[in-house]
């Protein structure tokens, strides 16, 4: 691995104890909760980073992605199965230890699915309706594919609020924490709030040497190509439509495992995680940090995230996203870290005039 790519990871390393150390000393620990949320919300933009910046995929429906990830975990997790004690499958099951007993809400005993297993069954779900969903959509281009995820995102959204055992528009709470090594969980609890905070962009930290990785590897040269030039890329004997697949599998992989995580962590999931405007959410993120930038991705989702779930636009949550994402197309569509400030004022300055000319 090059020294420039652990570098850059060290540097995102020490990033994130300045800002655990900086909370701590300031006497504000609570924000960690929100940092540690927002970095679960990452793991779904860098996925959406990839598709978009390197197979140049938009997709207006990971939102549905994270959802069926949280909701598989929350459901199977607190599903009991203890009335079925006595049948095959479910004894063959508990002898395996996939299912595991648990406290129930009254004092008894319920028998559920172990989170690791919920884990495993939840990444299989999103991989596999990614397949189903990726193998037509994917042939689709420009604002059709948009509208096919903007489709398949409404109608997971409608399932989850039509659902009675998916708790419809309440949504499933009361989910366990998820079990770590040395008696560490993920989970919402303040005495293991810093443990949570590292454990999370710990993922992250992952995720971004999975991807970055992937994009300077043969498959990244190919995602290029087929992002610049799919008919010479195709043309070059470049599987444009396997690639495009892949990409849009591992990327809704990632998505689920964030709403997994963050199931565990919040006890909880409802059907607005499903929503349309947070698809657009990741897409904002996405196109701010510059799309094809796994780095200027993690930085503008940790900073959007962190400041709408500590409620900084207030009603106006969803409007601030859909107008950050219209400015950002008119003005720098390379995303504003790689902002040209002249090159923007003289842009804003055309339109003017462009405006005042019209009778």
Same mark, same amino acid.
């Given at each position: 691995?090059?020294?420039?790519?652990?570098?850059?990871?060290?540097?995102?390393?020490?990033?994130?104890?300045?800002?655990?150390?900086?909370?701590?000393?300031? /006497?504000?620990?609570?924000?960690?909760?929100?940092?540690?949320?927002?970095?679960?919300?990452?793991?779904?933009?860098?996925?959406?980073?990839?598709?978009?910046?390197?197979?140049?995929?938009?997709?207006?429906?990971?939102?549905?992605?994270?959802?069926?990830?949280?909701?598989?975990? /929350?459901?199977?997790?607190?599903?009991?199965?203890?009335?079925?004690?006595?049948?095959?499958?479910?004894?063959?099951?508990?002898?395996?230890?996939?299912?595991?007993?648990?406290? #129930?809400?009254?004092?008894?005993?319920?028998?559920?699915?172990? !989170?690791?297993?919920?884990?495993?069954?939840?990444?299989?779900?999103?991989?596999?309706?990614?397949?189903?969903?990726?193998? $037509?959509?994917?042939?689709?281009?420009?604002?059709?594919?948009?509208?096919?995820?903007?489709?398949?995102?409404?109608?997971?959204?409608?399932?989850?609020?039509?659902?009675?055992?998916?708790?419809?528009? #309440?949504?499933?709470?009361?989910? $366990?924490?998820?079990?770590?090594?040395?008696?560490?969980?993920?989970?919402?609890?303040?005495?293991?709030?810093?443990?949570?905070?590292?454990?999370?962009?710990?993922?992250?930290?992952?995720?971004?040497?999975?991807?970055?990785?992937?994009?300077?590897?043969?498959?990244?040269?190919?995602?290029?190509?087929?992002?610049?030039?799919?008919?010479?890329?195709?043309?070059?004997?470049?599987?444009?439509?396997?690639?495009?697949?892949?990409?849009?599998?591992?990327?809704?992989?990632?998505?689920?495992?964030?709403?997994?995580?963050?199931?565990?962590?919040?006890?909880?999931?409802?059907?607005?995680?499903?929503?349309?405007?947070?698809?657009?959410?990741?897409?904002?993120?996405?196109?701010?940090?510059?799309?094809?930038?796994?780095?200027?991705?993690?930085?503008?989702?940790?900073?959007?995230?962190?400041?709408?779930?500590?409620?900084?636009?207030?009603?106006?949550? #969803?409007?601030?996203?859909?107008?950050?994402?219209?400015?950002?197309?008119?003005?720098? !569509?390379?995303?504003?870290?790689?902002? #040209?400030?002249?090159?923007?004022?003289?842009?804003?300055?055309?339109?003017?005039?462009?405006?005042?000319?019209? !009778?």
């Amino acid at each position: 691995m090059p020294a420039s790519r652990l570098a850059r990871i060290g540097l995102f390393a020490a990033a994130v104890v300045a800002v655990q150390l900086a909370t701590q000393l300031a /006497g504000k620990g609570f924000l960690l909760t929100q940092l540690t949320m927002s970095a679960y919300y990452t793991l779904v933009a860098l996925g959406l980073s990839l598709l978009m910046g390197y197979a140049g995929q938009i997709s207006l429906g990971h939102a549905a992605f994270f959802a069926i990830g949280g909701y598989a975990t /929350g459901l199977l997790t607190t599903v009991d199965l203890a009335a079925r004690r006595g049948g095959g499958l479910v004894h063959a099951l508990e002898r395996a230890h996939v299912l595991v007993p648990r406290p #129930d809400l009254y004092g008894g005993e319920a028998l559920s699915v172990h !989170p690791w297993a919920a884990l495993a069954a939840a990444l299989a779900l999103a991989v596999a309706v990614a397949f189903a969903i990726g193998i $037509p959509v994917l042939k689709l281009k420009g604002h059709y594919l948009a509208m096919a995820t903007l489709g398949f995102g409404t109608i997971v959204t409608s399932v989850l609020l039509g659902t009675e055992a998916l708790g419809a528009a #309440d949504g499933i709470g009361g989910v $366990p924490p998820f079990p770590l090594a040395g008696g560490l969980a993920v989970g919402g609890g303040r005495t293991a709030r810093i443990a949570n905070y590292y454990v999370a962009w710990g993922l992250v930290a992952l995720a971004l040497l999975l991807l970055a990785n992937l994009v300077e590897s043969r498959v990244g040269r190919a995602l290029r190509a087929i992002h610049g030039a799919e008919d010479a890329a195709r043309a070059m004997g470049v599987d444009a439509g396997r690639y495009k697949l892949r990409t849009f599998v591992l990327s809704a992989a990632l998505a689920a495992v964030g709403g997994v995580f963050l199931t565990h962590y919040n006890a909880s999931i409802g059907p607005g995680e499903a929503g349309i405007m947070k698809s657009v959410r990741y897409v904002a993120i996405v196109a701010v940090g510059g799309m094809g930038s796994l780095w200027g991705t993690v930085a503008t989702s940790a900073v959007l995230s962190f400041l709408s779930l500590r409620g900084t636009f207030g009603t106006l949550d #969803d409007a601030v996203f859909g107008a950050v994402l219209v400015l950002v197309m008119l003005f720098s !569509p390379e995303g504003i870290l790689r902002l #040209d400030g002249r090159a923007a004022l003289a842009a804003i300055a055309g339109r003017l005039r462009r405006t005042e000319a019209r !009778p």
